[in-house]
């Protein structure tokens, strides 16, 4: 066994005995959903940091620097734009409504808004599209490990899924909170150990400015050639990092409100600065003149030929603790959304405490395995983002936001908005290959229509006299 191979062994190996360990608290449901609504700051950093640090913004990102050049700073810049809404406007919000009302899942708060059908349409498109989330992590997991033993995808997918359900399902948030904790001090540490000496042992800056060939714009932060690339980005993943159901889930978890401006707020400066480094080792293979088939190897493959081998073993922990991570915020989704959005909402009102936790933990053991398939099909890990990203953005940002936004919205309205945006999302990205028109991206068109029936559905019941301010007013 070689010491890439030997080092991500022990490392899963730690993991999963953390997680064992910290789930020997977990107590209740309420335990395994919100962490008992007692997260502190430096663990709702930590936990929503590494869950957005995954497939996307480290194998991903690293590996659209590497044929786009600095604009895939804004894979990770336009998240961390949302996480700043989140922080400090729509999480604080959320969490206060979900202290007084015992929310566990964002269709807790849908129902309570919209009422039962939003909540269960809404869940189904979160099972849909978190399944194409999952497989994304997992296809990075299997690209390192690929690197360092040659093993399959479809067998790295399974090893990477066994490690991340193991401690999920054993714990829920507060196991993987702890959990986080740990990940990000080895992705951290990997990833900023590597940079001097990788940016050294490739010549410096001569070596950066002697690449040969590069494309136009590669230079140019602000560059964009299409949907999926630069700033364009930011109607892709601005929404979805703002209302992201995992990321709710997360929030609720909080001990205040402050906690999560704090919490939450600092994740996302950290991520703008976290934002320099796939970019960084991108161009860095690029300069080091590494060929791959497939831009999600661009990564582990600059780590594992670049490095000394034990600050190369040390970089491919970091990028699969990225991924891993991410992996236990998306299984959370998964569980959550079946468990309560719709075993407990639909199938058996009655469950109790016990029944609902064994439910939950079976729907994360049902969407790992689903993962698992899903990562043997998908060809890249952007491929497979923009699937999730884009359902969600379209289906339940205007539902969410509007809820904040007036009292006067029901269910009509948010019903409307999520077929109009979904509707149009697929609807243009057929029509146009997935280019949309010029800036005007599918995911734009699709949450400008979601918006604009919202709207149009409310003015309409309005005029019919159909319309009344809801209770929920009382709470904004």
Request: hydrophobic share 55%; glycine share 12%.
């Amino acid at each position: 066994m070689n010491l890439h191979l030997a080092l991500l062994v022990v490392y899963s190996v730690a993991l999963t005995a953390a997680g064992l360990w910290v789930s020997r608290f977990v107590r209740s449901s309420g335990d395994f959903f919100v962490a008992g609504r007692q997260l502190t700051a430096p663990l709702l950093f930590s936990t929503v940091l590494a869950a957005n640090i995954g497939a996307g913004t480290t194998v991903g990102a690293a590996g659209l620097a590497y044929e786009q050049g600095v604009s895939a700073w804004w894979w990770n810049g336009a998240a961390a734009i949302g996480s700043l809404a989140l922080a400090f406007w729509v999480g604080p919000r959320l969490w206060r409504l979900a202290s007084e009302h015992g929310f566990y899942t964002a269709g807790d708060y849908l129902e309570f808004r919209y009422g039962a059908a939003v909540r269960g349409v809404i869940a189904s498109f979160i099972w849909l599209g978190t399944l194409a989330i999952l497989a994304a992590q997992l296809i990075a997991g299997a690209a390192v490990l690929n690197v360092v033993a040659g093993i399959s995808r479809p067998a790295g997918a399974l090893i990477g899924a066994a490690v991340m359900t193991v401690y999920f399902v054993a714990g829920g948030l507060l196991s993987s909170a702890w959990v986080n904790l740990i990940q990000l001090g080895v992705l951290l540490t990997g990833f900023l150990v590597s940079i001097p000496l990788l940016y050294s042992s490739l010549g410096g800056a001569a070596a950066f400015h002697a690449i040969p060939n590069v494309p136009d714009g590669y230079w140019n932060i602000m560059h964009s050639s299409g949907a999926g690339s630069g700033w364009a980005m930011v109607a892709l993943l601005t929404p979805a990092f703002i209302i992201s159901p995992g990321l709710l889930q997360k929030v609720y978890g909080a001990g205040s409100a402050r906690v999560v401006r704090v919490g939450v707020g600092t994740q996302a400066v950290a991520q703008m600065l976290f934002a320099c480094i796939p970019v960084f080792f991108g161009i860095a293979a690029r300069a080091a003149h590494i060929e791959v088939d497939s831009p999600n190897m661009v990564l582990p493959a600059v780590l594992a030929t670049e490095l000394p081998v034990l600050l190369g073993a040390l970089g491919l922990a970091a990028v699969f603790s990225a991924e891993v991570s991410t992996c236990d915020a998306i299984l959370f989704m998964l569980a959550t959304s079946l468990s309560k959005d719709l075993y407990k909402r639909f199938v058996n009102p009655a469950a109790d405490d016990r029944r609902l936790l064994k439910v939950a933990r079976l729907a994360a053991l049902a969407g790992g395995a689903g993962g698992v398939v899903l990562a043997t099909q998908l060809e890249t890990i952007i491929g497979a983002l923009s699937i999730f990203y884009s359902l969600l953005g379209v289906s339940l940002f205007v539902p969410v936001i509007g809820g904040l936004l007036t009292r006067r919205a029901g269910a009509p309205e948010a019903l409307a908005s999520i077929a109009a945006g979904v509707a149009t999302l697929l609807a243009v990205h057929a029509w146009t290959g997935g280019k949309g028109f010029g800036i005007a991206n599918p995911n734009l068109i699709g949450l400008a229509a979601a918006a604009a029936a919202y709207a149009a559905v409310m003015a309409v019941r309005r005029n019919q006299g159909n319309i009344s301010r809801s209770t929920y007013g009382e709470h904004l």
